[in-house]
């Protein structure tokens, strides 16, 4: 049994005559407590580049530096500044998906495109991430069901949740590892996007939460690699607008699998394009 609270009003009217109102606000305090949380964690996330910020721009300015070395604080305050973008990027990006009507079913957008776009960012965001270790990630796209499909959407929102989770693969994973993410029909109308990873894994206790805003499993894994926490509730709201469906599956020490899976009144061939089948 839950703990209830009650908000209680006791009301006069006409002579002598009291009514006593009574309303459950347990609802209420659950979500204000929710958007305190919510405040906190922005504040947090914004102040600590922030403050970093100021003691980079406080050593600039007491210490009389060689040029060498005030180009290196130089690019670490750029760092900074990028991160706070991100996060208030990521921000605006949630706030929009939660303030305006789902995408509807007449903008179709070429799921190949989309597909070719991510792979693209995989390769470069790969280049980085394996930059230091100097080892590669094997990275394998199967996409060929993809070619000749259109999924109706939003353009910027499917890139960016498919984009996500292709990222998130790639952040994780550690060089030398491999990512394959693959486009399929399945046998009941509907298509699957996946993406498979051989990095960390996620403990189990930790899958029903990833979608919160800010949660992150590793703090400061997320941070070195860039994160906001905030991707997958990004690709949580956009799966919901376009009445698809999130699955989180992951090992810990073998690796994670995310998939996407589409309604089939979301799925059309593309006109002039050969029949798609199911494997
Ligand atoms: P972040 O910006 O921190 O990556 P996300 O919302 O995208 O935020 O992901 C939330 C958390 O889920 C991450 O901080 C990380 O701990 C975990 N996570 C997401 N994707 C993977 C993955 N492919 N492998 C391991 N952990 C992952």
New binding site residues.
Partial sequence: SRPVRLSVHLHAYGEGRRLLLSRDVTALDQADAMRRDFVANVSHEIRTPLTVLSGFIETLQTLNLEPQERQHYLSLMAQQGSRMQTVVNDLLTLSRLEGSPAPGLNDWQPVGALLQHCEQEALALSNVVTAHSGRRHQIHFDVSHALGMDLAGSHSELQSALS?LIS??V???PGGGSIQVAWRVLPDGRAEFEVR?T????APE?IPR??ERF????RS??RE?G???????IVKHVVQRHGAQLLIE?SLGVG?R?AITFPANRLRRAAGALPVTAP
Avoid: C, E, M, Q
């Fill in positions: 996500n998130n693969a952040r994780y994973t990873d990095g960390p894994g996620i930790h990833l979608t949660y992150r499993v590793d894994r997320s690699t994160g906001t926490g905030l991707g997958l509730a992951s994670s995310f």
